[in-house]
């Protein structure tokens, strides 16, 4: 079929030059997509790369992921790798890619393979995708894949079908916007033999492979939605290009249908009948209902139910739409072609009233010659049924405006009176100018109906009054009659267009105020700083577009709904009704499905991240219409609301957030200054303590007890200080982790030798298995836990207690236990302990100012453990701790002769 070719919009030819410009500074991103590893992303992607290296492109490789393939791995020699960087995440040295090394060397080109890779922490984005978007930025173009699974609006979908669930996902917007898309396709016979060749895993892991991942039925699954993905990117791509060149015609690329909604009845038919064909192709569908200037004067049971009709199809499904526009054929045609749309489904017309008259389905055929109409038959009640007739033409519309009548019937009078004096100075034809004119005026300032009422007066009383014989409706000469029914039809039609043209001039000034109101109200919320301010102005807005008293209903700090304003009230509000809109994130109350005789409606307002909220709005009876316009307004201006009130909460959010870092780094500074501070002179006086006792001639026993006590006392206060400084550093993040494989009973050891003194009360029993695997951690700062554990363990149990300190291999982790017999911990008080200055009794004769138990989960959590604390059955208390056993190296046997 021939392309034709229209002039095109030039308010879209700006859009489209302004997204050219910024595209031109921006990188190409072609994504090499596959239905699951193995089919050969990577290696199609490494071929084309060399194909552009032997045409001369300057291309560079950021990340690519061979997976031990020696294939894939031989088409990287040659060439130019960027060096990967080295991160330090817990001990470990993980390789990332290198974004500044990348913009340094700025590439024409880049490959990164796996787009949905997370980086590792400490990367300056979380997310691989984020670095190819600075790539783009920057000019480079990129070149990565990407699996189905991974795209975010499939993830679900995928891991429904394989029960295995992908937290690694790209946002769909990323891949819509690629400017390629190349399906790497390969059947799930072929994938299924290189997975058995060991050529997409090691054999150990394709064996796990086959029996969960790669089942038959879940590689035809993903494969099909590989297909349709790449279906539906490739139709929105026709529609760009159709847009781009202003294609006029429909291309019949798939089985895609419009449904026309009128305004009579047994549109529903057509909505279900659509619906039934869209599941049969398997295609989205649309809906549109076109509302003209005469369908505007609709009473407001039709409108009604022509939003109705519209309802029930989104909720079946179809994208939905409501336009304006002079002809309905052409406003039709225009928006199937827009969207690419082959097959329209209308109602069946009535009989027509003129042989001549031609139905809605033939004028569409002769609009769009390239679309499939299909009739589709009312019900017989339907058909029969009164169709709905406008507002003005109403015997109760006639009965309300007779006053304008009364002022048509005054007007023509009027001008009867006032050129009967001058029928001897004027022509005829100068006096019906004069009728016309005060038709026409009549309509300008009464509407339709008073106008044509005028203009038949207008000809009665020329006919009466001035056209020979007078004062008689009689002619005396025949070319009178053509006057007459020229006369009317002039001032017929021209009334008739001036009460219309008039007629939308209101509605254009109505949309205005509308648009404007709704401008001032967004202004307004950009720099409201508190929820009282939103709703202050929120309701002010509901009063003055829609006449209607409202309350904003916002989440406290327990997630729970609460009025907002300190003064406006809503007697009729139900709080279940809100609390269920909230939860299903749904209309709910008047007018609407759900629970529709209710007095109040409620709007949920859904933000970006959530729903925030609830807007509760109270018809006025007489000025709430379900007009498609207020609708949108209504959907619109509950959009900003709830932007609004995600922005002030996070702008709170991120207040405290300050407060609390400012409050941390002031209180770890005052920590770390008074730890320094006060560590030297307690040095000191142990030292001079220490040198009274060892100074000849030696002291009294009296004096020695307190120069001992003096001791006792300063290493006590030391201890505390030093606890004081290591929770500063903690807390401050300055801790530098010296990881190795180190035994266990060293540390424990070195423990017990540092505590001896504490513990010289106490019977003190150490269980380590032989086979206890060598343990990956700090020997400093792990000698520290057991110091303090053991120290705490020896405070709180009286003298003669027994303190017991074992270990045990639990799976892929070694668990380690220290446990007393003493009274044990206060219930509910367990993980409470642990939380900085927390002591199990507030007042307690047991010094100390309860940082030793902050101090160890701290420390046992840096190393990637757990720690955790609860009371034995026979009495006393036991700390846990975890620590991962990892892969340990053997140690090697003393052979002894």
């Keep these: 079929m021939a392309e034709m070719v229209q002039r095109p919009d030039p308010d879209a030819l700006l859009a489209q030059l302004e997204a050219d410009a910024l595209q031109a500074r921006r990188g190409k991103l072609k994504i090499f997509f596959g239905a699951s590893p193995g089919v050969g992303k990577t290696y199609a992607m490494l071929s084309a790369a060399r194909v552009l290296v032997g045409q001369g492109v300057d291309l560079a490789i950021g990340v690519v992921e061979t997976h031990g393939r020696s294939e894939t791995a031989a088409l990287l020699q040659g060439l130019d790798l960027i060096p990967l960087r080295l991160i330090d995440y817990k001990g470990h040295q993980l390789q990332e890619f290198d974004l500044d090394a990348a913009l340094a060397r700025a590439p024409e080109l880049i490959l990164m393979d796996e787009l949905a890779h997370s980086n590792a922490p400490g990367s300056r984005h979380p997310k691989r995708w984020q670095d190819v978007e600075e790539l783009l930025g920057a000019g480079i173009d990129v070149c990565t894949t990407v699996n189905v699974q991974h795209l975010e609006s499939l993830n679900d979908v995928v891991g429904g079908i394989t029960g295995t669930k992908v937290w690694e996902t790209v946002p769909d917007h990323v891949f819509d916007s690629a400017d390629e898309i190349i399906l790497v396709d390969l059947p799930h016979e072929e994938l299924l033999r290189r997975l058995q060749e060991g050529k997409v895993y090691i054999p150990q892991q394709a064996e796990r492979a086959v029996q969960n991942f790669f089942r038959k039925g879940n590689l035809l699954a993903l494969r099909e939605l590989a297909l349709r993905r790449t279906a539906d990117r490739v139709d929105d791509d026709v529609l760009a290009y159709r847009r781009e060149k202003s294609v006029s015609t429909v291309w019949p690329t798939q089985e895609s249908l419009l449904v026309c909604v009128s305004a009579g009845v047994g549109s529903n038919k057509l909505i279900r009948a659509g619906a039934r064909q869209a599941a049969q192709f398997n295609v989205s569908w649309h809906a549109i209902y076109v509302e003209t200037p005469r369908l505007q004067r609709l009473p407001a049971d039709a409108r009604a139910r022509i939003l109705r009709t519209l309802k029930l199809a989104q909720d079946l499904g179809a994208t939905t739409a409501s336009l304006s526009g002079q002809d309905p054929i052409a406003v039709t045609v225009a928006y199937a072609r827009d969207h690419n749309l082959g097959k329209v489904i209308i109602g069946r017309d009535t009989a027509r009233l003129w042989p001549w008259q031609r139905s809605f389905a033939e004028r569409m055929s002769r609009a769009g010659p390239e679309l499939d109409v299909v009739l589709v038959a009312r019900d017989r009640d339907e058909r029969e049924s009164t169709p709905p007739t406008l507002s003005e033409s109403t015997p109760t519309a006639v009965a309300r405006d007779w006053p304008g009548y009364a002022w048509a019937a005054a007007a023509v009078a009027l001008v009867a009176c006032l050129m009967t004096p001058l029928l001897h100075l004027l022509d005829l034809a100068n006096i019906v100018m004069v009728f016309l004119l005060a038709a026409v005026f009549v309509a300008y300032k009464l509407g339709r109906g008073p106008g044509a009422f005028a203009a038949l007066l207008a000809v009665a009383a020329f006919d009466f009054f001035f056209v020979p014989p007078r004062f008689s409706f009689a002619v005396s000469d025949v070319q009178y009659i053509l006057t007459f029914a020229v006369m009317l039809a002039v001032a017929l039609l021209i009334g008739q267009l001036t009460a ?27 720099s409201a700083l508190a929820t009282e301010q939103i709703a202050e102005i929120s309701e002010r807005f509901v009063q003055r577009v829609f006449g209607a008293p409202s309350l904003l209903l916002a989440l406290d700090t327990k997630d729970k709904l609460v009025s907002v304003s300190e003064t406006a009230t809503l007697p009729q509000l139900d709080a279940g009704i809100a609390q269920w809109a909230f939860d299903h994130n749904e209309l709910a109350g008047f007018s609407t499905g759900t629970l529709p005789s209710a007095p109040v409606l409620y709007v949920p307002l859904k933000a970006p991240m959530r729903t925030r909220g609830i807007l509760a709005i109270l018809p006025t009876a007489g000025q709430w219409t379900a007009a498609p316009e207020q609708q949108r307004l209504l959907e619109t201006s509950a959009t900003l609301i709830a932007i609004a009130l995600e922005r002030v909460h996070f702008i709170a959010v991120a207040q405290e957030a300050l407060i609390q870092m400012e409050s941390e780094q002031l209180r770890n500074s005052l920590l770390s200054a008074l730890s320094h501070d006060l560590r030297t002179p307690l040095t000191v006086l142990t030292g001079l303590a220490d040198s009274l006792s060892l100074a000849g001639p030696p002291l009294p026993k009296a004096q020695d007890d307190i120069a001992q006590s003096i001791r006792d006392e300063a290493l006590r206060t030391s ?29 424990i050891g070195v423990a017990l030798q540092a505590r001896a003194h504490q513990l010289s009360g106490h019977s003190v ?75 199990g009794r507030n007042e307690s004769a047991v010094t100390g100012v309860g940082l030793g138990l902050s101090i160890v989960r701290a420390i046992v959590e840096a190393h990637e453990g757990t720690v955790s604390a609860g009371n034995r059955d026979e009495g006393g208390t036991r700390f846990v701790i975890r620590l991962p056993a990892g892969n340990a190296p053997e140690v090697p046997r003393e052979v002894v002769e």
Excluded at 500 to 526: C, P
Excluded at 786 to 795: H, I, P, Q, S, T
Excluded at 803 to 813: C, E, H, T
């Design 500 to 526: 219309g043209l008039k007629f939308q001039v209101a509605v254009a000034e109505s949309r205005e105020q509308r648009i404007r109101a709704l401008f001032e109200m967004a202004r307004e919320l950009s």
């Design 765 to 839: 029993e150490v269980t380590l298995p032989a086979d206890l695997p060598l343990l990956y951690f700090d020997p400093i700062l792990m000698e520290r836990v057991f110091c303090n554990l053991l120290e705490n363990a020896a405070k709180y149990t009286p003298t003669g207690s027994t303190i017991s300190l074992w270990a045990r291999q639990n799976g892929d982790s070694v668990e380690i236990i220290v446990e007393d017999n003493g009274p044990g911990l206060p219930h509910g008080k367990e993980e409470a302990l642990f939380e900085a200055f927390a002591r």
């Design 719 to 747: 201890a505390l200080v030093t606890n004081l400084l290591d929770m500063a550093r903690l807390q401050s993040r300055n801790v530098k982790i010296n990881r190795d494989w180190q035994p266990l009973e060293e540390i």
